[in-house]
């Protein structure tokens, strides 16, 4: 059993002000209870985001709410258009985020980063490069029409030959790409991809400083079938080199949960229901 991205939690300061940023800013479908709102921003559970207050996401990983700095990780937002890389741009920036990075091709496509209300990084990219001619004005966009294609997570690491075993040999996490300088993990049909570059070269991609310490604001839910399976994903995940955090418990009704810590810092949430 290998784990899967099944639900990104990310930890805000303002839960009705993250809302109306991924509802009508990112095109999200919202629901679940005011507290606990749950982001649907595309079809399936691979573009799941769940929006928790920031100290409780720390509190039930067992860890520090302090941050300072890159948080280590960015979210994408892939699209199948330049043109539409521009809408959600000025779409998000319409509702509260800030462009961090301005649009630019590359050999690869097309893509910027923008920065949501609470200070998490979107890379909006798409494989189709602009066209250098004919650069229409991009509209303001009304939260509704445009869906990403998935919506992958990318974690910088200090050190990648040794993320790729933990995540591969370590946890069992199938590669799908394999490059010096990036590492794509498949979840598997309709879940959100694992990716990897060393943190330098995250946080330059994102126009960032690379510094940064503390608690990273995010965790990653892998939804599991008994307790038995969460105590066995904790063992083997601290087995390959990484930390349990918080040891496997009753988490009320019939939920039973622990997290774990990766090679660098970034926390998993196993839990069955």
């Known amino acids: 059993m290998s784990p899967t991205i099944d639900v990104i939690t990310i930890g805000v300061r303002d839960l009705e002000r993250a809302r109306r940023f991924y509802e009508q800013g990112l095109g999200g479908a919202v629901a679940g209870e005011p507290r606990a709102p749950t982001v649907d921003l595309g079809p399936g559970r691979a573009s799941r985001l769940a929006l928790r207050p920031w100290d409780a996401v720390a509190s ?6 302090g941050t300072s700095g890159f948080r280590g990780f960015t979210l994408s937002y892939i699209l199948d258009s330049a043109e539409k890389v521009d809408d959600v741009l000025a779409r998000a920036k319409r509702h509260g985020g800030e462009i961090s990075k301005p649009p630019k091709n590359a050999l690869w496509g097309y893509s910027a980063y923008i920065t949501d209300p609470d200070g998490y990084l979107w890379k909006i990219a798409s494989s189709k490069r602009r066209p250098l001619i004919a650069r229409k004005e991009p509209a303001a966009g009304d939260g509704s029409a445009i869906q990403p294609q998935e919506i992958p997570i990318t974690i910088g690491v200090a050190d990648m030959q040794r993320a790729k075993e933990f995540y591969k040999d370590g946890l069992g996490v199938p590669v799908k790409k394999d490059y010096r300088k990036f590492v794509m993990f498949d979840g598997g049909a309709g879940v959100s991809g694992l990716g990897m570059y060393r ?20 965790g990653i839910t892998h939804v599991t079938g008994s307790a038995e399976q969460v105590d066995a994903l904790l063992t083997r995940a601290a087995q390959a080199g990484g930390r349990v955090v918080k040891p496997g418990a009753a988490a009320g009704g019939d939920a039973y949960s622990g997290w774990f810590a990766d090679l660098d810092g970034n926390l998993w949430h196993v839990v069955s229901r």
């Open 60 to 65: 039930d990983a067992g860890v520090d709410a």
């Open 199 to 218: 943190r330098e070269a995250l946080a330059d991609d994102a126009a960032v400083p690379p510094e940064g310490s503390g608690f990273r604001g995010f």
